[in-house]
């Protein structure tokens, strides 16, 4: 009799089995897998979608791009984004161009500047010395350190600040 019961016991079993596999695979938390290395995003990666920047410049009414005076006069004004001007310094322009979005993202060496290719944006880099906050280095554990560059880039159109970096 049990071999007779034994096809549908095994049957029975597995189906079980096979059902609470599914329903534990679904409820467990997975592990997340990690990028084999910590690169930058590839030029305006895919993957990424596109933001309108913290607001910055105030955009010319007729809808125009801005000019390279409206940049200037503003990252003159206007602290730099990761820090101030070290006391007693005088923050400098180096470089102040307007490119496509692709071309300040070589610029800042394949960081993701968040318009697509084409889009038109100030690329600026500018000089301190910069007292920068929160930044972690194996020549400043506690995460305060002076740096000399630092790189902004402004929507050519809103005038919104996308991003910002610094250079060794």
Do not use: C
């Amino acid at each position: 009799m049990i071999i007779k019961r034994f096809p549908i016991l095994a049957a029975t079993v597995l189906l079980s089995m096979v059902l609470v596999g599914v329903l534990l695979s679904n409820l467990l938390p997975t592990r997340a897998t990690s990028p084999s290395s910590n690169q930058p995003p590839i030029l305006n990666h895919p993957r990424i979608h596109y933001t309108d920047g913290a607001p910055a410049i105030s955009p010319h009414k007729d809808g125009t791009l801005l000019t390279v005076a409206d940049v200037q006069r503003y990252v003159s004004t206007h602290q730099f984004p990761g820090g101030p001007v070290m006391n007693g310094e005088q923050l400098k322009v180096e470089v102040l161009q307007l490119m496509t979005s692709r071309e300040a993202s070589i610029q800042m060496r394949g960081e993701y500047v968040g318009l697509s290719d084409n889009a038109k944006v100030y690329f600026v880099v500018v000089k301190g010395p910069f007292f920068m906050k929160g930044i972690l280095s194996a020549t400043s554990p506690k995460g305060s350190q002076t740096l000399n560059l630092g790189e902004e880039v402004f929507d050519a159109k809103t005038g919104n600040l996308l991003v910002w970096g610094i250079r060794g």
